[in-house]
């Protein structure tokens, strides 16, 4: 006999069809269905199947197997372009004959003032040398932003920053470069291919419980005092009578 009605695989999907999860917008709970596996940056696979042993000739069954990686809880306030930390062993002074010890091999760090044309904001970034390297391919920082998909930014901060470009491309807000409308409108024009609903930029990046928070406040009501309610049937219940009753008129002599 199963210990569970439904096996643990599938809790996460299970939930998002009860309660208030199932009320989300569907553009949002689409999102978190659609599954898509980083680009792999601490190593390279292979592309095939199988592969010819450069001494046999013979063809081989090769594996494309992915290093493990930690995303430390500081690589969501920064872009690190998907670099994290891997844990492996080295030998002792490089000897082979020594015994292996742990070590944890962490990207190079730096903070750098970013820019961006559609916030008009320069923000200091912890970044990597392989995001700068990123932004450079897409020519500018928005671009990199706003071109790569959630499983590659792999950051919190970089899902906010998407967030509000797309808000702000949705609303084509007139509070940038309010002094300049050609400038303006030139930024707009340019981003033009990234924008969408602004019903659905608002959800953007959200994690599954600021989206939940998010849906309880737009569905909150104040409560009604019971005395007002009290109130209201009273007067419907007076005025029903008033129009079912005939209305006696007595002549006073």
């Known amino acids: 006999m199963p210990l569970h009605k439904y096996p643990p695989a599938i809790w996460g999907a299970q939930k998002l069809k009860e309660g208030i999860y199932s009320r989300l917008p569907q553009h949002y709970l689409q999102s978190l269905k659609e599954t898509r596996k980083p680009t792999p940056v601490h ?99 928005d671009f990199y932003i706003l071109k790569t998909p959630k499983e590659d930014l792999n950051s919190k901060l970089g899902m906010d920053l998407k967030r509000a470009m797309l808000l702000r491309l949705a609303r084509r807000d007139s509070n940038l470069h309010p002094n300049d409308p050609a400038k303006r409108e030139q930024i707009y024009n340019k981003y033009k291919e990234f924008e969408i609903p602004y019903e659905e930029a608002e959800w953007v990046g959200l994690s599954l419980e600021e989206a939940v928070e998010k849906q309880r406040l737009l569905e909150k009501k104040d409560p009604v005092p019971l005395f007002k309610v009290y109130v209201n049937e009273l007067v419907q219940e007076l005025e029903s009578q008033q129009l079912t009753e005939p209305l006696v008129v007595v002549k006073k002599h």
């Open 43 to 141: 190593w390279i696979p292979h592309g095939a199947k199988y592969k010819l042993n450069p001494k046999t000739g013979q063809r081989e069954r090769v594996q494309d197997v992915p290093i493990q990686i930690y995303y430390p809880p500081e690589a969501n306030k920064g872009l690190w372009g998907g670099e994290g930390w891997i844990s492996g062993y080295k030998y002792a002074n490089n000897d082979k004959l020594s015994s292996r010890v742990k070590k944890t091999w962490k990207p190079q760090l730096f903070d750098r003032e970013l820019y961006s044309e559609i916030l008009d904001k320069k923000f200091t970034i912890t970044v990597t040398m392989r995001t700068l390297d990123l932004i450079d391919a897409v020519y500018g920082f």
